[in-house]
């Protein structure tokens, strides 16, 4: 079972920052099967990223994905008061389960 | 517009048994897989089992196997997870999701707003 490792736990940024979150996999990710979830407090998780780095619909284009492999990462050029929230990994692909890393919160500085 | 609503959620005592339910709408139900994926209380999400768009592949996370099932029933557009011999570490809000692919090994484009258990004495 491949294991997704999350960093850094939290980051804590200002509005306008940039961030960069890390994906990391115990083995190699097939075809970048691996897709990124926003969650807000209270709040279902929202798809932003599949395919490593294609943009959900409706997804604004300052969030992006990339990587390949077991290296991964969502970028959000400048953080939105709205972006401050927990971002999960989750690689597909492997059936029939569908593995989360930890998450991280970005949170405000 | 794609909608999935969960019910079933509630108190239950450790050993007791709860099924929950997800009605789907604004989409083919029976094109897509779908899962339910839980989250404990200040924690991460968990996926919990996945059954394809024909129920022919299905899958659970270890720490449910041979408690949970999970079922589907396309005529009535609706998922199903029925959670036996429950335990306090059950405890967690359930969410349904939708995957993007009929085999469970896609990703999940759409989510409820998710169903609490709550598993104490």
């Known amino acids: 079972e491949i294991v997704l490792t999350q960093s850094p736990g939290t980051l804590s940024l200002s509005p306008g920052e940039r961030a960069t979150l890390s994906c990391r996999a115990s083995?190699?990710?097939?075809?970048?099967?691996l897709a990124w979830y926003q969650q807000k407090p209270g709040q279902a998780p929202r798809l932003l990223i599949y395919?490593?780095?294609s943009r959900a619909t409706g997804i604004p284009d300052r969030f992006s994905g990339s990587g390949s492999g077991t290296d991964f990462t969502l970028t959000i050029s400048r953080l939105e008061p709205e972006d401050f929230a927990v971002y999960y990994c989750?690689?597909?692909?492997?059936?029939?389960?569908?593995?989360f890393g930890q998450g991280t919160k970005v949170e405000i500085k | 517009e794609v909608q999935l609503v969960e019910s079933g959620g509630g108190l239950v005592q450790p050993g007791r048994s709860l099924r929950l339910s997800c009605a789907a709408s604004?989409?083919?139900?029976?094109?897509?897989?779908m899962h339910w994926v839980r989250q404990a209380p200040g924690k991460g999400l968990e996926w919990v089992s996945g059954?394809?768009?024909?129920?022919?592949?299905?899958g659970y996370a270890d720490s449910v196997k041979g408690r949970f099932t999970i079922s589907r029933d396309n005529a009535k557009n609706s998922l199903y997870l029925q959670m036996n011999s429950l335990r306090a570490e059950d405890t967690a809000l359930y969410y349904c999701?939708?995957?993007?692919?009929?085999?469970?090994?896609?990703?999940?484009?759409?989510w409820g707003q998710g169903t609490l258990v709550t598993v104490s004495s």
């Open positions: 999701a939708k995957d993007n692919s009929g085999t469970t090994r896609g990703y999940f484009d759409y």
């Open positions: 604004g989409f083919t139900f029976d094109d897509y897989a």
């Open positions: 059954i394809s768009w024909n129920s022919g592949s299905i």
């Open positions: 083995q190699s990710v097939s075809s970048s099967y």
């Open positions: 395919g490593a780095s």
């Open positions: 989750q690689q597909y692909g492997s059936s029939p389960r569908g593995t």
